[in-house]
């Protein structure tokens, strides 16, 4: 038995700021306030997945949210970019 298949969002932030490895504890802070599991964090880059605890079928929605918060408290400096995808 291989498990279950399930839809999961996968985000990915890149730091741009100087101060990565603060940055980096503040993105992943955020992620796990919307419920999403950091599954790699360095100073230049966290990877969040979404659905993988809880799925409850809103996870690509609140993974989206996530970003644009992240996007917005780092955006206005253009220290961060983010990727989402969904699979």
Known sequence: ???????????????LAPKGAATAE???SI????????????????VAL???DEPD???????TRCALVI???LGALRQASAGLHTG
């Open 26 to 28: 503040r993105v992943a």
């Open 1 to 15: 038995d291989l498990g279950e298949r399930r839809e999961i969002s996968a985000l990915v932030v890149d730091i």
């Open 57 to 63: 079928g809103r996870d690509t929605e609140v993974a």
């Open 71 to 73: 996007l917005r408290m």
């Open 31 to 46: 992620v796990k306030r919307y419920g999403g599991r950091v599954y790699s964090q360095e100073d230049e880059q966290v």
């Open 50 to 52: 979404f659905g993988v």
